[in-house]
């Protein structure tokens, strides 16, 4: 089962600060590359995968979608999301990413932001989304950047220049790996760029982008304090097609 941590108070109540969690996709810096990935949503059929607050559910609505489920295995997040959601066409389920069973051929879009690299058995879920989807239907995710599940002890270090200097151990070393990120014990999976993407192939799902993030010029005049982000790409952004 998924280490829930998103139920343990600590964890819950620093999460809920973040600025993503307060003021939505609009605070991710990356949704603005995420968001081009996304196929025209006009009557279309939506899942999001680690829905937790809700914010992609109820804009893939603002932006045409027909119906759109998103399944969380956090109590306090669909909690949270119901509370701020006002619409019939959206709906909220509890369920483990990694035991989940999704509806064949049922979902245009199946998104994900930023969960999988907590899920252990990714190659299960991944055959679930590609049966889910309809033929020419579109997967779009993000997952922290490999670059930041192996880093290694003690972490990031600042060098000479004041940047900020994140080694990597083990990079090859496919595995659990625990941080303390809000919480104390925060269990990650460590995969490889090529991991992710051998696993939509090896399904036949057809990859149309790939893209290690980083800011823009644009993105760091506006907030300056994403210029460390251009040291190492904080995410990876993969689309595929059925």
Not at 38 to 55: K, R
Not at 177 to 190: C, E, M, N, S, Y
Not at 227 to 239: G, I, K, M, S
Request: charged residues 20%; negative net charge; hydrophobic residues 45%.
């Amino acid at each position: 089962m998924t280490q829930n941590i998103y139920d343990q108070p600590t964890f819950f109540e620093g999460y809920s600060r973040l600025p993503r969690s307060v003021e939505g996709l609009d605070a991710a810096p990356e949704w603005p590359a995420l968001r081009a990935l996304l196929p025209n949503l006009a009557g279309a059929s939506v899942l999001d995968l680690g829905c937790g607050f809700g914010w992609f559910c109820r804009a893939a609505r603002e932006m045409g979608a027909g119906k759109v489920l998103g399944i969380d295995v956090s109590e306090n997040m669909l909690a949270r999301a119901r509370a701020a959601t006002v619409d019939g066409a959206i709906s909220y389920a509890k369920g483990d990413l990694e035991q989940v069973v999704l509806q064949p051929n049922a979902f245009d879009l199946i998104y994900s932001s930023l969960a999988f690299h907590y899920v252990e058995n990714l190659e299960r879920l991944m055959g679930e989304v590609s049966r889910a989807l309809v033929p020419g239907g579109r997967f779009v995710f993000s997952v922290e950047h490999p670059i930041y599940t192996a880093p290694s002890t003690p972490g990031w270090t600042i060098d000479a220049a004041g940047r900020t200097v994140w080694p990597v151990d083990g990079y090859l070393d496919e595995s659990p790996r625990t941080t303390d990120w809000l919480a104390k014990g925060v269990i990650k999976q460590h995969r490889t760029i090529g991991s992710y993407l051998n696993l939509l192939i090896g399904l036949g799902v057809t990859i149309v982008h790939v893209e290690e993030w980083g800011p823009t010029p644009a993105q760091i005049a506006a907030q300056p304090a994403l210029a460390d982000e251009r040291q190492r790409p904080a995410f990876l952004l993969v689309a595929g097609r059925k």
